[in-house]
T-cell receptor, first 114, second 115 residues
Framework: DADVTQTPRNRITKTGKRIMLECSQT?????MYWYRQDPGLGLRLIYY???????NKGEISDGYSVSRQAQAKFSLSLESAIPNQTALYFC?????????????FGPGTRLTVL | GENVGLHLPTLSVQEGDNSIINCAYS??????FIWYKQESGKGPQFIID?????DKRQGQRVTVLLNKTVKHLSLQIAATQPGDSAVYFC??????????????FGQGTILTVHP
């Protein structure tokens, strides 16, 4: 979805390096999410933010941190990358309405840690 | 723990056939379900959703069926086309509590459509 953009799209780095993945959205949604996708494991939630002042850990937050710089921007950092963080990373946004909270995903960042 | 899973990891069909992709869920508190399609190299794309107060919902060439009694969800694609080839994920959105607004995804089913 072009309304949700991620940079970079691909990144190769070395063990121990600090990496930042960025996500921007023009959908005007309050909620933003970071997931990682590994083969056979589906999508797993790393962190989520329901508004600029609200940051929450997901199911696999260890080794990651996030920053919600503005409503439209949500960045994910790997403070000291390790090889098992090699994965596809997706940002998503949603606009909660009643009991429906459909999430819209960005194109993903493929991260390789050597 | 609670999870959403799929019965079949792969499905191969001929172009023009109907496809049925299944999903089982175990969280009876879930009140909203979504199907996503993920093409190679792209992020998941919303296909169709259904609330727990419904049994069936139809979209363009797609129908989602929800059976709350057996906690089963299915996605039916009519007249499947090669462009439908992708990985399909079901996801549940739990109602209320601290888990609200977080989606839990199944592992995905690979659909391959042969011309």
């Amino acid at each position: 979805d072009a309304d949700v953009t991620q940079t970079p799209r691909n990144r190769i780095t070395k063990t121990g390096k600090r990496i930042m993945l960025e996500c921007s959205q023009t959908k005007g949604h309050d909620r933003m999410y970071w997931y990682r996708q590994d083969p056979g494991l589906g999508l797993r939630l790393i962190y989520y933010s329901f508004d600029v002042k609200d940051i929450n850990k997901g199911e696999i937050s260890d080794g990651y941190s996030v920053s919600r710089q503005a409503q439209a921007k949500f960045s994910l950092s790997l403070e000291s990358a390790i090889p098992n963080q090699t994965a596809l990373y997706f940002c998503a946004t949603s606009d909660f309405k009643g009991s429906a909270d459909t999430q819209y995903f960005g194109p993903g960042t493929r991260l390789t840690v050597l | 723990g609670e999870n959403v899973g799929l019965h079949l990891p792969t499905l191969s069909v001929q172009e023009g056939d109907n496809s049925i992709i299944n999903c089982a869920y175990s969280n009876s508190a879930s009140d909203y379900f979504i199907w996503y399609k993920q093409e190679s190299g792209k992020g998941p794309q919303f296909i169709i959703d259904i609330r727990s107060n419904m049994d069936k919902r139809q979209g363009q060439r797609v129908t989602v069926l929800l059976n709350k009694t057996v906690k089963h969800l299915s996605l039916q694609i009519a007249a499947t086309q090669p462009g439908d080839s992708a990985v399909y994920f079901c996801a549940e959105n739990r109602a209320g509590g601290t888990s609200y607004g977080k989606l839990t995804f199944g592992q995905g089913t690979i659909l391959t459509v042969h011309p």
